[in-house]
């Protein structure tokens, strides 16, 4: 079995502040991994994934997650945040071989303050 | 390239009534996944089709149903609808290679 968990539901943070998502996943297997953004009634955009190669991933709109086998973590980092970054994120893992199906944690909002 | 389109945006039914959602992938795309989305369950995997075979299926009581067509256009239905059918329906679109997936805005589905 595997689950998806994001540490955090809510993070508030001033616009220019870095900001860090926090993931975890559990898994006997190894595992590809995504990190996607929501924005409001929209659907979802794959930020950057984790295929294998190096274990830092640099990803769309300044975004970066690196990989932690050791801690089964998929932390999403943003050096400096924009208003615009307001959204719904989530992290997801695919099981390597023969799976086709996203998992996805539950979500976590960030809302970027002036 | 045209993104994943997903008709109709916005559909309101009926309980106990059918729906059928349509998604149309990226051109050349030959896998399509469904997924449901709920403010209390988040987002679930149905099923995912390639080449209108369904490789994966979800855990979704059997009034849920897809398909896929010759052109990779795929149809997502539920049949005798409850209440608890309420919920934003993603499509995602894949090429099959580097899982690339391509999601469309979805099909927000309300049952009174």
């Known amino acids: ?114 | 390239k045209a993104g994943v389109t997903q008709t109709p945006r916005y559909l309101i039914k009926t309980r106990g009534q059918q729906v059928t959602l349509s998604c149309s992938p990226i051109s050349g795309h030959r896998s399509v996944s469904w997924y449901q989305q709920t403010p209390g369950q988040g987002l679930q995997f149905l099923f995912e089709y390639f080449s209108e075979t369904q490789r994966n299926k979800g855990n979704f009581p059997g009034r849920f149903s897809g398909r896929q067509f010759s052109n990779s256009r795929s149809e997502m239905n539920v049949s005798t609808l409850e209440l608890g059918d309420s919920a934003l329906y993603l499509c995602a679109s894949g090429d099959g290679l580097n899982y690339g997936y391509t999601f469309g805005s979805g099909t927000r589905l309300t049952v009174v």
Do not use: M
Not at chain 1, 99 to 106: H, R
């Open chain 1, 1 to 114: 079995a595997q689950s998806v968990t994001q540490l955090d539901s809510q993070v508030p943070v001033f616009e220019e502040a870095p900001v860090e998502l926090r993931c975890n996943y559990s898994s006997s297997v190894s595992v590809y991994l995504f990190w996607y953004v929501q924005y409001p009634n929209q659907g979802l955009q794959l930020l950057l994934k984790y295929l294998s190669g190096s274990t830092l991933v640099k990803g769309i709109n300044g975004f970066e997650a690196e990989f932690n086998k050791s801690q089964t973590s998929f932390h999403l980092r943003k050096p400096s945040v924009h208003i615009s970054d307001t959204a719904e994120y989530f992290c997801a893992v695919i099981r390597s071989s023969n799976d086709y199906k996203l998992s996805f944690g539950a979500g976590t909002t960030v809302t970027v303050r002036a």
